[in-house]
Nanobody, 125 residues
Framework: QVQLEDSGGGLVQAGDSLRLSCAAS????????MAWFRQAPGKDRELVAV????????HYTDSVEGRFTISRDIAKNTAYLQMNSLQPEATAVYYC??????????????????WGQGTPLTVSS
């Protein structure tokens, strides 16, 4: 498994932008689909965004489509989540995740077995 360390959360105001980072170590994350999940207080963890191994395909949950962008930098072994026009409902702990997958262009919604420790985001109104 790859080890993941996510970072970049904090306290922002509604309308602000923020970028989360997910640094992989232990082995290259080539061959891994990457994703961001979040868990708001009192709610289940939900999938936010996925990027394929190739980086060509992405998937977003409806509530962030058009405002959030997931990306990956192979050279830096890092994945990112750019979040724009943040709203209070985005307040949650954000987790990056990875899964080793054969299909390079697939965006899996389940099956993630490597997780970051979580980075908290609070969006004030």
């Amino acid at each position: 498994q790859v080890q993941l360390e996510d970072s970049g959360g904090g306290l922002v105001q509604a309308g602000d932008s923020l970028r989360l980072s997910c640094a992989a170590s232990g082995r290259t994350f080539i061959g891994y689909a990457m994703a961001w999940f979040r868990q708001a207080p009192g709610k289940d963890r939900e999938l936010v965004a996925v990027i394929s191994v190739s980086g060509r395909n992405t998937h977003y949950t409806d509530s962030v489509e058009g405002r959030f962008t997931i990306s990956r930098d192979i050279a830096k072994n890092t994945a990112y989540l750019q979040m724009n026009s943040l709203q209070p409902e985005a307040t949650a702990v954000y987790y990056c995740a990875a899964t080793l997958i054969f299909e390079r262009h697939s965006t899996p919604l389940i099956g993630y077995d490597s997780w970051g420790q979580g980075t908290p985001l609070t969006v004030s109104s």
